[in-house]
Nanobody, 129 residues
Framework: QLQLVESGGDLVQPGGSLRLSCAAS????????IGWFRQAPGKEREGVSC????????NYADSVKGRFTISSDNAKNTVYLQMNSLKPEDTAVYFC??????????????????????WGQGTQVTVSS
């Protein structure tokens, strides 16, 4: 059974950077496409970025394009989300999620939460001066 644990959330000033980690246990992440999502208080969960099982294809929400980068390290069984030029509106709990049922190895799945079967508990990111 796949288990996901996020880490790296923190309080950071606007314009700052953070790197979130999503560490997997129980099985290899190579079998899964991974997505990052976030949820701010009073708002619906929204997709941020995702990466294909191959690690070669990525998708980003328009709100984070050019600022966030998703990557995977199979040796460490971990997926990362590098977040630069952070804004107050990036404040949220960030979740990583995994899907094994997405059929395409070289294509990143969409940023729709219902596509993903496994979820971590989340890590808090607060962007404030």
């Amino acid at each position: 059974q796949l288990q996901l644990v996020e880490s790296g959330g923190d309080l950071v000033q606007p314009g700052g950077s953070l790197r979130l980690s999503c560490a997997a246990s129980g099985t290899t992440l190579r079998n899964y496409a991974i997505g990052w999502f976030r949820q701010a208080p009073g708002k619906e969960r929204e997709g941020v970025s995702c990466i294909s099982r191959s690690g070669t294809a990525t998708n980003y929400a328009d709100s984070v394009k050019g600022r966030f980068t998703i990557s995977s390290d199979n040796a460490k069984n971990t997926v990362y989300l590098q977040m630069n030029s952070l804004k107050p509106e990036d404040t949220a709990v960030y979740f990583c999620a995994a899907t094994v049922s997405f059929a395409y190895y070289y294509t990143a799945p969409g940023l729709v939460p219902s596509l993903y079967e496994y979820w971590g508990q989340g890590t808090q990111v607060t962007v404030s001066s």
